[in-house]
């Protein structure tokens, strides 16, 4: 999982908001009441202004967390119509006034990412390597930590999300952010003293290992329309040479896609 | 995937000591959480949200990408509808611009420490370690010279940040209004955590 990077767990979740049609005592959207709630939580004390009011960020009362970030995530956007080739939208008979479908999403999400240290208890070393349910007993650490020191904070925010009312303990904000979490695909950071040895994909042999199958199938075709049974000094009959080449291509390439890649 | 198997791509940004934690997250149409809302039945495409922490300004940090790893970035977005390429930046900046979201509540646990500051401070730490064993075997003169090569390898690290620089004067004078409501909120959390048994 691309979750775990050098020790840290790069935490992606993604809370959908409440919908507004719902009856809502204040008359103000769940959507705004959650940008509200975290306009009026208070930053980390990085500036005279904020050093002065004495108030320092709840996330300051744990020590996990490097960097943590919320927002508000109305709706997919959109850039616009996808053009096409004039040519090829007429003979395909496009009527361009007509609108392409336009991605929408069916709530707000709320989403909250932190950069937070990959343990289970304060003081452990970072690890290495972590397996998923490590991983996910990490996250649900951290949702625990937040629980236990700004509980109240949590609530005021995630009070508007969907499925929330059944949160009650620390232990059930661990379930709920999990059914958020969505894993990162690629995390990155620039702390390397020295940079290590990465671990390199062998794009070299795997692409050999598909196109050498892959050449020998299209030989073995262009043998067979060209009028040859079997392949000279070989023996190997064209057509089974083709077919069998051609299926081991398609599993090569699957496999370095499913296992490698 | 070419990114996350030829690093070497990426070369380009490592080094530049910018970047804290940057990551790519991409949500395919059933990926999106489902708690009770509904499955997401309106999607054709697959999102990827990119976050990053750094340091400088938002045009300092693009031109430092276009100008340090266009190709690397051109992979990452290659596949996003109306990329359009990181060179020339304009028309880059353009569609950054339009697809960002703006972020509603931001914490820093080390603010005013660039990522060189924080490099420094691991700098420092591992010599401390480096120290602590060593204060355990040496006799005393052993010691003060192992102490003093230690300082002399850290003494550029040594110093304070201090206040990073703030992002405008109006983001300044929001935090001085905006201290009122985050107090009154702070106050009704701590009446509710005192009234509390």
């Known amino acids: 999982m691309a979750d775990l990077d050098s020790g840290h767990i790069f935490l992606t979740t993604f809370a959908p908001i409440k919908d507004s049609s719902e009856s809502n005592a204040n008359h103000t959207s769940f959507e705004q009441n959650v940008r509200i709630a975290l306009a009026k939580l208070p930053t980390a004390m990085q500036s005279p202004a904020t050093q002065n009011t004495g108030i320092n960020s709840p996330f300051s009362r744990n020590k996990r967390n490097h960097l943590a970030r919320m927002f508000v995530l109305n709706d997919a956007v959109y850039n616009g119509r996808i053009g096409q080739n004039a040519l090829v939208a007429t003979v395909k008979g496009v009527n361009t006034v007509v609108p392409q479908h336009v991605d929408q999403l069916n709530c707000a999400y709320l989403v909250f990412a932190a950069d937070i240290d990959a343990i289970t208890r304060d003081g452990e070393p970072l690890p290495t390597n972590l397996s998923k349910a490590e991983q996910k007993d990490v996250r649900a650490a951290y949702a625990r930590e937040l629980w236990n020191t700004m509980e109240l904070e949590i609530q005021d925010v995630y009070s508007n999300c969907v499925g929330f009312e059944d949160v009650d303990t620390a232990d059930d904000f661990a379930e709920y952010l999990d059914k958020c979490h969505v894993e990162t695909t690629m995390p990155f950071h620039d702390y390397y003293m020295e940079l290590p040895k990465f671990h390199l994909l062998a794009t070299k042999p795997l692409l050999l290992a598909v196109l050498i199958p892959a050449l020998v199938a299209m030989v073995a075709l262009v043998m067979r329309v060209l009028g040859w049974i079997d392949v000279p000094m070989l023996g190997w009959n064209t057509l089974w040479t083709f077919i069998i080449a051609a299926a081991l291509t398609v599993l090569i390439a699957f496999m370095a896609v499913k296992y490698v890649i | ?197």
Request: with cysteine; hydrophobic share 35%.
């Open chain 2, 1 to 197: 995937m070419a990114a996350r198997g030829v690093p070497s791509n990426l070369m380009g940004l490592l080094g530049l000591s910018l970047i804290h934690f940057a990551r790519w997250v991409i949500i395919k149409p059933d990926q999106w959480p489902d708690l009770g809302q509904g499955k997401q039945t309106n999607l054709k495409n697959d999102y990827v949200l990119f976050c990053s922490n750094f340091n400088g300004t938002w045009d300092q940090y693009i031109d430092a990408f276009s100008d340090g790893i266009p190709n690397g970035l051109n992979l990452f977005w290659y596949s996003s509808i109306k990329y359009p390429l990181s060179i020339p930046i304009t028309p880059f900046k353009n569609y950054i611009t339009y697809n960002q979201i703006g972020n509603d509540y931001y914490y820093n646990a080390t603010p005013g420490s660039a990522q060189r500051d924080i490099k420094s401070c691991i700098k420092v730490y591992d010599a401390l370690l480096g120290l602590e064993k060593a204060h355990a075997t040496q006799s005393a003169e052993e010691f003060q010279k192992t102490y003093n090569v230690a300082l002399l390898n850290i003494q550029g690290d040594l110093g304070d940040p201090g206040f990073g620089p703030v992002a405008s004067l109006d983001t300044e004078r929001a935090d001085v209004h905006r201290e009122r409501y985050v107090r009154e909120q702070q106050d009704t959390f701590d009446s509710v955590r005192n009234a509390a048994p």
